[in-house]
């Protein structure tokens, strides 16, 4: 369902540290919407030097760019916790100062949205939507996130 992508400047972001930051997102999103972890997807992007401008001006610094694209239906303040976490645990996992994170939310209409092939269910429905699909659906979904 969340889709995150991760971009920073090449060689910013260690094995380890986009590790730590897929874990983090997934965990935080997780815990602050209550939607299911496997469904949690953390895609990284590496910019090459001069291939990355603000302001006219090619970046200087060690930005990390978050954009998350979620279902829509959560309250601005559970949007805004969740920005704030995702900022917090992006810096403590790439070890960069928070002031260095930038992090985005676009909202998606769930029916405009299929994930394994299925249309997603409205945020609050997912343990119902579970129920209701194949046994074949389910374990593959849960499959996936090991």
Request: glycine share 8%; no cysteine.
């Amino acid at each position: 369902m969340p889709t995150y992508r991760v971009v920073a400047a090449a060689g910013l972001l260690s094995a380890d540290k986009k590790r730590r930051i897929a874990e983090g997102i997934t965990r935080v999103h997780h815990q602050v919407t209550g939607a299911q972890a496997f469904f949690a997807q953390v895609i990284f992007t590496e910019v090459a030097a001069g291939d990355h401008f603000v302001g006219g001006a090619p970046l200087q610094g060690d930005q990390v760019f978050v954009h998350g694209h979620i279902r829509a239906g959560r309250s601005p303040e559970r949007k805004r916790q969740l920005l704030q976490e995702l900022v917090a645990e992006v810096a403590r996992a790439g070890a960069v100062a928070p002031n260095r994170v930038w992090a985005y939310l676009a909202e998606l209409p769930p029916g405009q949205m299929a994930e394994y092939g299925q249309v997603l269910p409205e945020p609050g429905e997912e343990s119902a939507w579970l129920a209701s699909l194949p046994a074949e659906d389910r374990d593959l979904m849960e499959r996936s996130s090991h």
